[in-house]
Nanobody, 117 residues
C-alpha cells in the first residue's frame, strides 16, 4: 500500500511563498500522474494542479502564473511551489495519485496552508 506524505504548509503573509512536498513510499509513484487538491473550510475540494508522469503540468485558472508543480523522480517527490499567495489560497492541501488498480487513488493526510497577516 503506497503512502503519500505532504509537508511544507504553514502560516504566511499575503504575497509570500511556500513550497509543498508530496513524498511517496513507492517508486511506482513516478509512473503515475499526480494531483494537488485543496479544501477550504466549508467548501468543496478542488483540483489545483497536476503533473503527468512525463512532466506535463496543468493548473486551475486562479493559480496560473503563481503556482508551479514539479517532480523529482529520484526522490519520489512532487512539489507545489506557491508564490504571491492570497488569503483565498488558505486551505488544506492534499496530494493524490490515481492508479488503475485503485479507483479512489492514493491520498496523503494533507498540509494546512494559511495566508493571513
Amino acid at each position: 500500500q503506497m503512502q503519500l506524505v505532504e509537508s511544507g504548509g504553514g502560516l504566511v503573509q499575503p504575497g509570500g511563498s511556500l513550497r509543498l512536498s508530496c513524498v511517496a513510499s513507492d517508486t511506482i509513484f513516478n509512473t503515475l500522474n499526480v494531483f494537488w487538491y485543496r479544501q477550504a473550510q466549508g467548501r468543496q475540494r478542488e483540483e489545483v494542479a497536476s503533473i503527468t508522469s512525463l512532466g506535463y503540468s496543468n493548473y486551475a485558472e486562479d493559480v496560473k502564473g503563481r503556482f508551479t508543480i514539479s517532480r523529482d523522480n529520484a526522490k519520489n517527490t512532487v512539489y507545489l511551489q506557491m508564490n504571491s499567495l492570497k488569503p483565498e489560497d488558505t486551505a488544506v492541501y492534499l496530494c493524490n495519485t490515481k492508479a488503475p488498480w485503485k479507483p479512489n487513488g492514493y491520498w496523503g493526510q494533507g498540509t494546512q496552508v494559511t495566508v493571513s497577516f
